[in-house]
């Protein structure tokens, strides 16, 4: 039987892959499971739900509530919260469990079910399993004083927000940023916070009507953020994606300011501050080579981690590591967060360029992003990918040709019949020939 946890949480088609009936059968397994860990132990267990703004929120958080409540949970509702605010009031309310409804970058169509333990952190793979396995067994419900108790916590926008500008130690006064809100969970607490903290805001995408989240906007789509920027003179632009747990940056001129970038600038801030933990920011394979070297250069190591946030998570939480991310946006800062926060993204690089006086665009000169092509090859074994000596010895060939001005990361999908070929090299010409080549000997070698 198929895993319903993927990578972050339980994700799907709503009402067809991610019905009612299975957000109210995990609600109760993962109450459960959490209770048998021991986290309520001594006390009347609680929780916190939050969701995006898709439609299909409404009914499944109605079934969430069932869920939780029926096994004795009380229930704090959050409303329209991004992910790292339903993380946030996890742990500052001392709360036992925490669920947020959300298919982050995804359609609107979509939902997905995310379960967070005490402290908001992201639940590991083996109570993932375990919520799994208790989903179908006989259980004991509660009744009269028994079941839990649902209610609505009406500060938390206010509560998240003053978190996000306490984060802030240098004023934003002075500074004209677009916030895209993707219209989404923070179309409300993003430009509030951007506010608080001393900047000057104009958000756009920040209207959600339920149907319009992601919708050629946010983090996915920069056109109309690159457009708002330049029409408004702002210094800044920031595209959140429809969970506010990822963030990407347009500068004064309209040029996209990926998450490398993002992560560089950071990194820099915080290693001059003292902040960065050994030294060492943590990334993902997928990160440009660019990134790398100008760490290298200034004295930063750099670990790397498969692609994902969760891998990111683990590596930072393993060794203590206090800056992590993805080329996507998804930037996480340990010393104020516990998963990947958006809107705290947009803070922290405003708060660089008040602090030092720089534009954006100058900050993310630190790096120099190498031309970098992907190409998916669909139809093929991807199981082979990995034990193939012909493609090996295409794939060392091309490396031997790039030397370090440039290399080649060639991987499985984990959740499609594909194999990603990426190229990086001194010019987009090259790295599309080089990636051409070798998606060809992929299609031949691995041919089905």
């Not at 608080?196 to 983090?219: M, W």
Request: proline content about 3%; glycine content about 10%.
């Amino acid at each position: 039987m198929a895993r319903l946890f993927g990578t972050d949480g339980v994700r799907g088609l709503a009402n067809v892959d991610l019905t009612a009936n299975l957000a109210l059968d995990l609600s109760v397994a993962a109450a459960h499971v959490l209770a048998d860990r021991g986290e309520f132990a001594g006390h009347r267990p609680r929780a916190v739900v939050g969701r995006d703004t898709r439609i299909s929120g409404q009914f499944l958080e109605a079934a969430v509530v069932a869920g939780l409540a029926s096994a004795g949970v009380d229930v704090l509702l959050l409303g329209d919260l991004p992910t790292p605010g339903v993380a946030y009031l996890t742990d500052s309310l001392g709360v036992d469990l925490g669920v947020m409804l959300s298919a982050s970058h995804n359609p609107m169509p979509d939902n997905g079910i995310k379960f967070l333990a005490r402290g908001g952190r992201k639940l590991d793979d083996a109570i993932e399993i375990a919520i799994e396995k208790r989903m179908d067994e006989e259980w004991a419900r509660p009744t009269g004083g028994g079941v839990g108790r649902v209610s609505t916590y009406e500060a938390a926008v206010d509560d998240y927000a003053a978190h996000l500008v306490r984060t802030v130690t240098t004023p934003l006064a002075g500074l004209k940023v677009v916030l895209d809100c993707a219209s989404g969970a923070a179309s409300v607490v993003g430009p509030k916070a951007l506010r608080d903290a001393g900047a000057e805001v104009v958000a756009i995408h920040a209207e959600p009507d339920g149907l319009n989240i992601n919708d050629n906007c946010g983090s996915t789509h920069l056109g109309s953020l690159q457009a708002a920027v330049l029409a408004h003179g702002a210094d800044a632009g920031f595209g959140l994606d429809g969970d506010a747990d990822r963030c990407l940056a347009v500068d004064a001129s309209g040029q996209v300011v990926d998450g490398d970038q993002i992560l560089a600038i950071l990194a820099l801030a915080l290693r001059e501050q003292g902040r960065l933990a050994k030294d060492t920011v943590v990334a993902t394979l997928m990160s440009n080579l660019g990134f790398v070297n100008a760490m290298k250069e200034h004295g930063v190591g750099v670990r790397q981690t498969k692609v994902g946030d969760r891998y990111v998570l683990e590596a930072m939480r393993v060794s203590g590591y206090s800056l992590g991310g993805e080329q996507s946006g998804h930037v996480i800062l340990s010393e104020h967060a516990t998963t990947g926060d958006g809107v705290l993204t947009a803070l922290k690089v405003l708060e660089r360029m008040a602090s030092t006086g720089l534009a954006l665009a100058e900050l993310a000169s630190v790096m120099e992003r190498l031309p970098q092509v992907l190409v998916n090859v669909p139809g093929v074994d991807k199981a082979r990918a990995d034990e193939d000596a012909v493609l090996a010895a295409a794939v060392a060939e091309e490396e031997a040709l790039l030397g370090d001005r440039g290399r080649v990361l060639l991987r499985p999908s984990g959740t499609e019949p594909l194999v990603r070929v990426m190229v990086e090299a001194p010019t987009s010409d090259q790295a599309q020939q080089v990636a051409d080549r070798l998606a060809q000997v992929v299609r031949t070698q691995l041919s089905l």
